[in-house]
């Protein structure tokens, strides 16, 4: 069983930043690779960012690449997002997520092991 714990949302202007954490703990975090999703009020749930065990391999969807960068450290046992250029319709619940692969490169994830509860960031306009 492996915990995530989501901290780092908030209130933020368009065109700001915020950088999300999140703390996983119960198992060996780098048999993981960690991303990031995130669900909208009405909207299906929406995967964000990945990044691979050892940090080397990340993979982001073009509606957030080249704004969001996801990093993790594994001595620390947490991955980040760091969200730059916020705008609106970044408004949403943000999720951390784990899968159990140690491949060495990662993409969208269409599956996940453990869920974290969730970190509301608004962006106004």
């Known amino acids: 069983q492996v915990r995530l714990v989501e901290s780092g949302g908030g209130l933020v202007q368009a065109g700001g930043s915020l950088r999300l954490s999140c703390a996983a703990s119960g198992r060996i975090f780098s048999n993981y690779a960690m991303g990031w999703f995130r669900q909208a009020p009405g909207k299906e749930r929406e995967f964000v960012a990945s990044?691979?065990?050892?940090?080397?391999?990340?993979y982001y969807p073009d509606s957030v690449k080249g704004r969001f960068t996801i990093s993790r450290d594994n001595a620390k046992n947490t991955v980040f997002l760091q969200m730059n250029s916020l705008k609106p319709e970044d408004t949403a619940v943000y999720y951390c997520?784990?899968?159990?692969?140690?491949?060495?490169?990662?993409?969208?994830?269409?599956?996940?092991?453990?869920w974290g509860q969730g970190t509301q960031v608004t962006v106004s306009s």
């Open positions: 990044i691979s065990w050892s940090g080397g391999s990340t």
């Open positions: 997520a784990a899968v159990t692969t140690t491949a060495q490169i990662v993409g969208a994830f269409r599956r996940v092991d453990y």
